[in-house]
């Protein structure tokens, strides 16, 4: 199965991509996680990614898209993957249709994890990552309302998506997402 999680900085993608991957086998391919370790390592991408990420800002489709459609070639990912942080724009969701496409391949199902901002901002205090200062923080909500939020509405008349309350206890949530994916489950069987 082909998942993308959707939601804003700090609700849950990589807490449920975690549980997911034990649920489904599929590797978790979270861009962000991809963008830290192209960081470290100094490469010529990281550093130029780097300069968007301490900003708030995105990083430019040439890096993200090589990256992603590298990454969904390697035969590990031939039975599906979860898809955390990527697509984030209009134009990475249909770059990502026509690399599928031309595999035969397609996404399955979309789930967007629903958070209030007080608590989004509650978590990012509490967690402390390189990018959770308040302000850098700020600008990754707007990015992710201004050019990710579009999304939902492009998966969602295709009939693709489940939008999940992703408020409780991370077991709780996890509860709702595994229901998602019986229903993408069942969606697929009858196709
Ligand atoms: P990315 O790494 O994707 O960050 P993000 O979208 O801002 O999301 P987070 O990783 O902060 O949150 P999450 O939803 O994964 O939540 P988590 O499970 O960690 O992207 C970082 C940057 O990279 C971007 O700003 C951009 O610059 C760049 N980038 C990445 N992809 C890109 C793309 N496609 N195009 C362009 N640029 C891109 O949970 C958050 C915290 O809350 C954790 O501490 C967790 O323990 C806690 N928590 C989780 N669930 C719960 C719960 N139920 N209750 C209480 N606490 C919880
Ligand atoms: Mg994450």
Do not use: N, W
Request: glycine fraction near 10%; charged fraction near 30%; aromatic fraction near 4%.
């Amino acid at each position: 199965m082909r998942l993308i999680l959707i939601g804003p900085p700090g609700a849950g993608k990589g807490t449920q991509c975690q549980r997911l991957v034990e649920l489904l086998r599929v590797p978790h391919l979270s861009t962000g996680e991809m963008l830290r370790a192209e960081v470290r390592s100094a490469t010529t991408a990281g550093r130029e990614a780097a300069r968007f990420m301490d900003q708030g800002q995105l990083v430019p489709d040439p890096i993200i898209v090589g990256m992603v459609s590298r990454r969904l070639q390697a035969p590990d990912c031939r039975g599906g993957c979860l898809l955390d942080g990527f697509p984030r724009t209009l134009h990475q969701a249909e770059t990502l249709d026509d690399l599928l496409e031309r595999r035969a391949m397609s996404v399955d199902g979309v789930i967007e994890l629903a958070v209030p901002r007080d608590e989004l901002v509650r978590r990012m205090l509490a967690r402390g990552r390189e990018d959770d200062d308040p302000e850098i923080f700020a600008k990754r909500i707007s990015s992710f309302e201004v050019q990710t939020a579009p999304l939902l509405d492009y998966y969602g008349r295709q009939g693709k998506l489940a939008s999940i309350d992703g408020l409780g206890t991370a077991d709780e949530i996890f509860e709702r997402v595994r229901a998602a994916v019986r229903r993408f489950d069942r969606t697929l069987r009858g196709r």
